[in-house]
C-alpha cells in the first residue's frame, strides 16, 4: 500500500501568523511578514519566508505567488536571478523551510511591509500538470464597468482572451481592463491567468492572476473578472485586435493537513484585482 505525505504549514520561528486560506474556497496560503521590512525605490530586500510547506516533490509542487494588491498598488515585483517572475517555486529542500525570495520596488515610492501584513500566497499543486474544464460565461450585471471587446478561444489547456478593439499602453504605464466574462470552475480548483507564449510586451500588474472559485456569483460580486497590464517595454505599444491577452487554466489545488480551517465566504472582490480605488 503506497502512503501518501502529508502537507504540512512549518515554521521555525516563535509568535508569527501561520499561513491560512481566508475562506472557504480560497486555493492560496495567505502568507504574513514576522517583522518590518522596508524596500526603497528602485531597490530590493532579500526575505526570509517566515514559513514554508512541507510536502513531498514526488507528489506535489507548491508556488509562491504576490499578494494582488502589493504588485498593483505598491508596485513590488518577485526576482530570480535578476529577472523579474510571475511567480517563484517553494523549494522542499531548503534547511528549516527558511526559503530567501527576492522583492524588488519597481514603484517611485519606497515601501514598508510591516508587520503582520499578508504579503505573499503559498499555493499547492500536483506535481504533474492537472487541468480541469472550466465554463466562461458572459456577465449579465457590468455594474457600470464598461468591457473590452474580448472573445474567448479555446485552446489545449483553457482558453484565452483575444481582444476585439486595439489597445494602446504608454510606455512605463498600465490599463486595467473590464473582460465582461466571469468562469465558473471546479470549488477545489483556481482559475489561474497566464502570458500568451512569445508575449514580451506586457506583464500582469499583480505578477499573476489568480481567481478563486468563489469569486464566481457569490454574494456582492457576479464574478466580472478584471485584468492589469503593464507595458515592460521601452517605447509605447498598441495591442492589435487579434492578440491573446490572457491564458486561463483552471488548477486543482491541495490543502495542508494542519491548516486552519477557514469558515469565511466570499462577499465580493473584483478578481483578478481591484479596482483602482478599492482595496481588496
Known sequence: MIIKMAIRIVTKFEDVKIPRRSTEYSAGYDVFSNKNIEILSGQEAHITLPAGIDFNPDENRAFIFLRSSIGMKKNLRLVNANDIVPFLELEQDIPNKQQVITLRNVGEEDFTIEEGMHFLQFVIVD??????P?????????QGAIPTALSIKEVRNGVQLVLGEPIFIEKGHRVMLASGWKFKIALDSFLGGFVPEGERRFAYSNGTPIIDSDYYNNFQNEGHCFFSFDNITEEDITLEIGTPLVELVSIPYY???NEIVPTEKRTGG???TTKPKEDR
Open 270 to 272: 473584483i478578481g483578478s
Open 127 to 132: 506535481k504533474e500538470e492537472s487541468y480541469l
Open 134 to 142: 472550466f465554463v466562461p460565461e458572459q456577465v449579465k450585471d457590468l
Open 255 to 257: 490543502k495542508a493537513e
